[in-house]
């Protein structure tokens, strides 16, 4: 039975930022090259000095790579295969937070959904994809917050979602900075039909009754951030009831699925996942420091046979019956899901007005206090005002500037992507609408 080993791993590599960066990517890249993977998605591998670190390394076993380059620093995302790469591709988000934004950087480096298309001796045509979400906005308070992190979702499952409606295998994985049961792992999973590895291979795990231990949250539930076993968590207590529960968040994920209409070849062979688990989870070799601020995550997919699989599935379907913390959730998104999706969505695109109004003001205003000071310096008394009154005016120009290209390009920017996507999601919600109407007249 074939096997195809993934991994994935957000490696924490801001330069200047990141703390321990060359010693943790270099212990990465000598882990990875005494690994057995065939597959290995990296995020936040940002400079190019460190992939091509990377990169040599695992050259003996993985020697098909693509680095790829969006925004103006860099996607930050690095796949290497055992396979062949017969086609790349890169899809930038449209939203990733704001220009005014310095301390996040979502903006900056351009979050997108890269993939390859590897050509395997058995499945054919398989697609990889490899993607970090917008971080902003947590799992707390109304899903508004994180309006840009679901049109990032929307889009992952739109463009997945054809890679197999194009006859293609699909395996994803990155950095989704949210949690199963999140309205974003939700149209993930259910609008581009893809199966969680972990929850595939963990479905014996019942949902906690208490508590859990770290060790616990990592083995049983796929904790891979914020956990106590990390070197770089934060050491204050945490207000996340998650992160209190869970001893941490599953936000690192590899998914998984089958081409469109495989049901109507049955003699095609189909993935399947057989184990999953969260790696590098202990400290780099001689020193004290993890990997990374995250943990990574494997998982072993089987290529079963049309004889196989019927006692692959039959295993499959008493596992399912005991119930899961992460349960898959359906092929379609529901009305229901649809509704909440555009509820955030219309709420973001009026908070959004409204804030473009506000920088609005802030900017005519500047720009009058930038005519009076203008006008203003040739009447100025004394000498030692003048620098003062220069440094003030550049201040004053600065601020008129970054108002007029927040609030007024940035600000359009947002509305219309919002509007564009809201408007997709209408036409799908009366798509499903106008099918199940059919499906009822039929009967």
Not at 40 to 57: S, T
Not at 146 to 153: C, D, I, T, Y
Not at 200 to 215: D, F, H, Q, Y
Not at 338 to 366: K, N
Request: glycine share 8%; proline share 5%; hydrophobic share 40%.
């Amino acid at each position: 039975m074939e096997e195809i080993r993934v991994a994935s791993l957000n490696c924490w590599g801001l330069k200047y930022v990141s703390k321990d960066r060359h010693e943790r990517i270099a212990a990465i890249a000598s882990a990875f090259s005494r690994s057995d993977y065939d597959i290995v998605a990296l995020q936040e591998i940002w400079v190019e000095a460190d992939y091509n670190q990377v990169r040599d390394k695992v050259s003996h076993r993985l020697p098909y790579t693509k680095l790829f380059h969006s925004g103006a620093l860099g996607a930050g995302l690095a796949i290497f295969t055992k396979w062949p790469i017969i086609a790349t591709s890169i899809t930038p988000y449209s939203l990733s937070g704001e220009p005014t934004d310095v301390t996040g950087g979502d903006w900056f480096v351009g979050k997108a959904a890269g993939s390859v298309t590897i050509l395997h001796p058995i499945l054919g045509e398989v697609q990889i994809f490899d993607t970090h979400l917008y971080a902003k906005g947590g799992e707390d308070g109304p899903e508004y917050n994180r309006s840009h992190r679901l049109v990032n979702a929307w889009e992952f499952a739109k463009v997945t979602r054809q890679a197999a409606e194009l006859g293609r295998y699909v395996i994803a994985a990155g950095d989704f900075n949210s949690i199963p049961t999140s309205l974003v792992m939700n149209i993930i999973r259910s609008h581009a039909g893809l199966s969680d590895a972990w929850a595939a291979s963990n479905l014996r795990v019942p949902p906690p009754s208490g508590v859990v231990s770290p060790v616990e949250g990592v083995e049983k539930y796929g904790v891979t951030a914020d956990s106590p076993l990390n070197s770089y968590r934060d050491s204050k207590p945490s207000g996340s009831a998650i992160i209190r529960k869970f001893q941490g968040k599953r936000l690192d994920y590899i998914l998984f699925r089958q081409p469109s209409h495989i049901s109507d070849k049955p003699g095609a062979p189909r993935l399947e996942c057989r184990d999953s688990k969260v790696i590098f989870t202990d400290a780099i070799p001689g020193n004290t420091c993890s990997y990374s601020d995250h943990f990574g995550v494997e998982a072993t997919l089987v290529v079963t046979a049309f004889k196989e699989r019927e006692d692959v599935m039959s295993d499959h379907a008493v596992l399912k019956n005991t119930g899961s913390a992460w349960a898959d959730t359906p092929s379609e998104m529901t009305l229901g899901t649809i509704s909440e999706i555009l509820g955030a969505l219309q709420a973001s695109y009026r908070i959004s007005q409204d804030r473009s109004r506000r920088e609005m003001t802030v900017f005519v205003l500047s720009t009058l206090l930038l005519s009076c000071l203008i006008i203003g310096s040739a009447w100025v008394p004394l000498p030692w005002v003048n620098p003062i009154c220069i440094l003030f005016t550049i201040f004053i120009a600065w601020l008129a500037t970054t108002m007029l290209y927040e609030g007024f390009i940035f600000g359009n920017w947002e509305r219309k992507t919002l509007q564009n996507v809201v408007e997709e999601l209408e036409m799908y919600k009366k798509m499903l609408v106008a099918e199940r109407s059919y499906e009822g007249f039929g009967e």
